[in-house]
């Protein structure tokens, strides 16, 4: 019977020839991770069932990476209960303060999940790893405590949709703004419970870091898991990384869809999604429109940190002034891109324009640390979320786009199209 | 388990960072959690609830993140349940494993307005609005996701399961 990549992958994992949407499943799991906020629980749920080790030292990873470099005295201690964990476990894969990285750019970068994988991650954007053709979503630490112990995990089989993005995009157009639109079309639930599948000619052809972009954000169209179909581009990423075999898996001709949605790129303009949900997404000229004068600039996060977003931003910088009064915070997504970001030449940019260049964390993405707003500032993020009191203070606006807009909106102090900036 | 309180209402999709703003999840102490519960969405709701009481929202409640620390801070707040149009997919299943009962109704969750006394039987998913009279039917639970809470939990059913086997 015709399956999606989706399906395959699960049956693959559940030791059975086919799935169909709705079963219930138990599966193998090939990666259990968590971070500095989920992980404690986690910790404290495992050590409860009485089970002495994990399942697997080298498959169950820990990132401390949302209020790292410790925040608070509170922060720390619960990075050292995940440090003394990951100690007493001997897992291969923890990751301390200066290895650290933001966890969805650092386990692709480390070769760590592999297409043809089954990922669960105590952090609803694991689903960024889809990106790589391995089936991967968010749990909570409960279900996370489940599979460190056991290295399985219980699925409801996804329905599956399929999005279809043809034709070639404009200048400034990135994996973000083809998401953005995505999510604008779909809702904030518009795919709830299913499998987003992303193909077509314009995904074939769009490099892996914007592959990792679309991926990450399918949480916030509610589905299940993001995916696309693993190709050479894929493969390129991932031979010189991987750390064990991996397998390729492909959606059959007459597998089923929901419903399919096709998708002109060539018709999609830089997008900025307004607060206070990842749905309203507009193309930038409205927001140029209005005159949105910002507070805070950020460029990073498990969505945009990667070091093409950082080249990307650091030409529409490069010899240009971060606005008076204007803060702008760079953060590259793990220790590898920073080092890479300070050999090209990109922290020069950065900090002569008067940004900020952080070490790797999710920190202002979630209103955690590094970068916090006040009642009444507005900011522009390369992150995925803009919900109420997403990065601050309830009162504090967040809106989303690409890094050329952000950049561009960085220098002229209001949101503004990377046209405005580079000629 | 058969539930009566006072109602609540929310919109749609009432997201984690509402429900348990993150700049909170520097503890994972449900005590702590549960002093800024609903924080984002209405800032005096800890002052305004009441034990047993529940909340009634519209579609997505518990969209975003994966934060374990959302339904246990709802649960520790005192909420009996959560009545929805619809839930996220990851706070679904969060609130069974940590025991929180939640129920999909959507024309209860049209229809219930803060302040409407409920009773609701989570067994059998039927919803009383003691106010106005009306009764409404949940979706059932699904099998396997009953064992669960049958079990106490997705831990003991893990428990259980590999002492039997």
Redesign the interface.
């Known amino acids: 019977m015709a399956m999606t990549i989706t399906e395959k992958i699960l049956a693959a994992h559940a030791g059975c020839d086919e799935v169909r949407p709705g079963q219930l499943i138990e599966a193998r799991v090939d990666v259990a991770l968590a971070n500095d906020v989920t992980a404690p629980i986690a910790i404290a749920e495992f050590e409860q069932l009485g089970i002495e080790k994990v399942f697997d030292p080298d498959r169950v990873i820990l990132v401390p990476d949302h209020f790292t470099p410790n925040k608070d005295i509170n922060s720390a201690e619960q990075a050292k209960v995940v440090r003394d964990f990951s100690r007493r476990q001997q897992l291969t894969n923890y990751f301390e303060q200066g290895r650290v990285g933001i966890e969805h750019v650092l386990l692709p970068e480390q070769g760590l999940v592999l297409p043809g994988d089954l990922i669960i991650g105590a952090d609803s954007h694991t689903c960024t790893y889809g990106a790589l053709g391995a089936f991967a979503t968010g749990v909570g630490s409960t279900d996370l405590a489940a599979a460190m112990a056991t290295g399985k995990a219980w699925f409801k089989v996804p329905e599956s949709i399929k999005l279809v993005y043809h034709g070639t995009p404009g200048p400034w157009v990135e994996g973000k703004d083809l998401i953005l639109y995505t999510i604008g079309r779909l809702g904030v639930d518009g795919a709830l419970y299913q499998s987003m599948e992303m193909q077509g000619e314009a995904i074939e052809k769009l490099p892996m870091y914007g592959r990792f972009t679309m991926a990450n954000m399918a949480i916030e169209a509610g589905a299940k898991n993001g995916i696309i179909t693993p190709d050479e581009i894929t493969l390129d990423y991932v031979r010189e990384r991987s750390t064990r075999d991996y397998h390729l898996f492909f959606s059959d001709p007459g597998a089923e869809y929901v419903y399919e949605m096709d998708i002109d790129v060539s018709r999609i303009k830089p997008q900025v999604a307004f607060p206070s949900l990842p749905e309203n997404s507009r193309a930038v000229a409205a927001a140029v429109e209005q005159g949105i004068t910002l507070d805070q600039v950020v460029i990073g996060s498990c969505t945009n940190g990667r070091i093409e977003d950082l080249r990307l931003a650091a030409k529409v910088l490069q010899g240009k002034k971060v606005a008076p009064y204007l803060r702008l915070i760079v953060i590259p997504g793990t220790q590898a891109i920073y080092l890479q970001a300070v050999r090209e030449g990109l922290v020069e940019i950065f900090v002569e324009a008067g940004a900020v260049f952080s070490t790797p964390t999710c920190g202002p993405c979630l209103g955690g640390h590094m970068g916090i707003l006040a009642a009444g500032e507005k900011a522009l993020a390369t992150t995925n979320r803009n919900f109420v009191g997403r990065m601050g203070h309830p009162e504090s606006e967040v809106y989303l786009s690409n890094p050329a807009v952000a950049a561009a909106s960085a220098v002229l102090g209001r949101i503004a199209s990377p046209e405005e900036v580079v000629s | 388990m058969i539930y009566q309180g006072k109602a609540w209402k929310f919109g749609d ?1 009432v ?1 984690t ?2 429900i348990i ?3 909170y ?4 102490d449900p005590k702590e959690l549960a002093k800024h519960c609903m ?3 209405d ?1 005096e709701f800890m002052q305004k609830m009441r034990v047993g009481d529940i909340i009634v929202a519209d ?2 409640f518990g ?7 959302a ?2 801070a709802i649960k520790a707040a005192g909420i009996a349940c959560v009545v929805a149009a ?1 839930f ?3 706070f679904y ?2 609130a069974f ?2 025991g929180l009962p939640i129920l999909e109704a959507g024309e209860a969750a049209a229809e219930i307005k803060s302040g409407d006394e409920l009773r609701i039987d989570t067994m059998t998913g039927r919803i009383e609005n003691l106010t106005t009279g009306k009764t409404y039917q949940a979706k059932p639970i699904p099998p ?1 996701m009953q064992e669960l809470i049958d079990d106490g ?3 003991a059913h ?2 259980k399961k ?1 002492k039997t086997s």
Do not use: Q, V, W, Y
């Not at chain 2, 999840?25 to 994972?28: D, I």
């Not at chain 2, 969209?63 to 620390?69: A, K, L, Q």
């Open positions: 999709d997201d960072d509402a703003p993150a700049r999840l520097n503890t994972s924080e984002d969405a800032p579609k997505n969209c975003g993140s994966s934060r374990e620390h339904p246990m619809t996220a997919r990851i299943r969060n494993n940590t396997f939990g997705l831990m893990i428990s590999s």
